[in-house]
Every structure is written in C-alpha cells, then in structure tokens.
Nanobody, 127 residues
C-alpha cells in the first residue's frame, strides 16, 4: 500500500522558516518524481516544487523561487521542502505527491501528473 505522510507544518511568523517532510512507504521512491503542492480553501491546488528521481533536477513555482528548496533522501524514502522567508500568502495546506513510470510536463508541476498524494499538513504564516 502506497503511503505518503507529511509532517513539519505549523504556525510561524513572516520571514520565518519551516521544513516539511514527506515520509513514504510501499512505493519505488528512488524511481519516483516527487512534488509539493499547496491549496487554500476555495482555490485551485498550486504546484510549489518538483524534483526528479535522482534529485538532479528541480523546478519551482514562480511564487516560491529563491525562498523554497525541495530535496530528497532516497536512502530514507523521504522528501523535504525547506521554506525560508515565509510570507502570509504562503499560508496553505501543503501536500506531497508521487509519480513513477514516466511523467509529462514535469517542469510545469501539474496536479494531474501525480496519482499518489499524502493527507497534507497545514502551514500558517502570520505577520
């Protein structure tokens, strides 16, 4: 059974940092494209960052470039998102997602490209 479990969310003041983790089980993690998405109630899910199976390629949404860093540890089957210089508009529910066996439009970070999802973790940024 494929499992993706996010952790590390919470409340932080603007300009602060948080590190999200996504622990995975039951999937070929080292062969999987992985991504982080976020969603605010009433809005569409937004692609935040994506990383290739080896970690050699990463892509970011325009709103987080230069502030967020996606990484992975294939030995521990875990995905990370380091979030720095947080802004109020980063407040959202954050999800990790996985896909293996080939992916289209990887750099576009599209929700439709990822069939496996975690339950999410809330990030709240206050000023």
């Amino acid at each position: 059974q494929v499992q993706l479990v996010e952790s590390g969310g919470g409340s932080v003041q603007a300009e602060g940092s948080l590190r999200l983790s996504c622990a995975t089980r039951g999937m070929p993690f080292s062969s999987s494209h992985m991504a982080w998405f976020r969603q605010v109630q009433g809005k569409e899910r937004e692609g935040v960052a994506a990383i290739s199976p080896s970690g050699s390629r990463a892509f970011y949404g325009d709103s987080v470039k230069g502030r967020f860093t996606i990484s992975r540890n294939n030995a521990e089957n875990t995905l990370y998102l380091q979030m720095d210089s947080l802004k109020r508009e980063d407040t959202a529910f954050y999800y990790c997602a996985a896909q293996w066996g080939g992916i289209d439009r990887f750099s576009s970070i599209l929700p439709s490209s990822y069939p496996y999802w975690g339950q999410g973790t809330q990030v709240t940024v206050s000023s």
